[in-house]
């Protein structure tokens, strides 16, 4: 009797020992299991926040850019009005076949000028003035009509920031003279602006 008790006795410690090294290795499965589902939310976390960082990173450096450009927009309009200044091109033609031209800026202004029909220089002499806009376009006559007048310079830096604002460009079209133009009546009158950017006023 003894005997078959002491069987029994190993055999239901084996037994034990196999369900525990079995509950053992299941544990171990499942710790392995929770680690690499906790290294890969990590990894996935990581990748995120490097994904947010990057593109905070973008932003920053293509407003960096936008604003190089605005600058850089801004500073050669200085200097094509400087020049322009620095030229003193005339605008007081006083032949018996002078036209004379009203300009009528945004803000009010007016300026009046005479040049020779031969002549193509009205742009230069109207932007070299402090109160014409940096940005604008130039209508004449009845009906309005636009007139293309600018300098291929001016032309670059405004097609320029019509693109940096979605807007469509035009081909740049050579100004005629007022002989060529004939029909301006001698009267320039509206100036319509574009806004004006900061920060660089």
């Not at 190993?10 to 499965?29: D, S």
């Not at 803000?107 to 031969?118: E, I, V």
């Not at 005629?176 to 004939?182: G, H, N, P, Y």
């Amino acid at each position: 009797m003894l005997g078959h008790l002491a069987h029994f006795g190993i055999y239901i410690n084996r037994r034990v020992l196999r369900e525990n090294r079995a509950l053992m290795e299941q544990q171990e499965r499942e710790y392995r299991e929770s680690e690499e589902r906790d290294r890969a939310l990590l990894a996935e976390r990581r990748r995120q926040q490097e994904e947010k960082e990057k593109e905070i990173r973008k932003r920053k450096q293509e407003e960096k850019e936008r604003l190089a450009k605005v600058v850089e927009r801004m500073q050669a309009l200085r200097n094509l009005r400087e020049e322009f200044v620095v030229r003193q091109i005339p605008d007081d033609y006083d032949g018996e076949d002078s036209i004379r031209v009203l300009v009528r800026y945004p803000s009010g202004s007016t300026s009046k000028h005479r040049f020779s029909p031969k002549e193509n220089s009205l742009f230069e002499v109207v932007f070299a003035k402090s109160c014409c806009p940096w940005f604008f376009e130039a209508y004449y006559g009845f009906p309005r009509e636009k007139l293309n007048f600018c300098s291929l310079r001016y032309h670059e830096l405004f097609s320029d920031y019509r693109l940096s604002q979605n807007q469509e460009s035009e081909p740049w079209v050579m100004p005629k003279t007022f002989e060529e133009l004939a029909n301006i009546f001698s009267v320039l009158k509206n100036c319509k602006s574009f806004p004006q950017q900061s920060p660089c006023y």
